[in-house]
């Protein structure tokens, strides 16, 4: 099974990157220098995990390499989707909803990793914090996804 998580975390910080973009050209009308950083850290975040695990199936870096940069990265990647879903409820960008989940989800990101690190990545409180950071990543994925389909061409003009 550790193949199969390597693989989707470098698969899940690469589909993470447009998302980034997509979310910073939807508030930087409204906030350019926060909508920046938020895709700076949302970049480096996700790049950070995706570079550590992808360097680990290769067999360059140890597991120990991984259970330090590949948590930070999630971390870092969630003060960025908390920075935009806060854009997103300050300048209604987004439906309040789905704003929210976004910083949930980023939240559930740092828990994460901060019950990893203190009771150790095979502990059972760290299996349920990531239980919840998948459930909400993946709903506020498949919303911020529903939410483009929706929105059609002005969404699309606006990416560019």
Known sequence: MGSINDITSILGSLVAVPVALALYFLNRSHSAGPAIVGFALALVGNLAVGVIQSLYILRLVSLDA?????????????VGLILFGSLALRHQ????????????AGAASIVLVAVGMTTGWDSALTSLSGLVFVVLGVAWNIGFG????????HVLSSLT
């Not at 991984?66 to 969630?78: D, E, I, L, M, S």
């Not at 987004?94 to 910083?103: F, I, K, P």
């Not at 529903?146 to 061409?153: E, H």
């Open 146 to 153: 529903k939410t483009l389909l929706n929105r059609g061409d």
């Open 93 to 104: 960008t987004l439906s309040r909803q789905l704003a929210r989940l976004m910083v949930m």
């Open 66 to 78: 991984t259970q330090v940069a590949g948590p930070w990265g999630f971390a870092v990647a969630g």
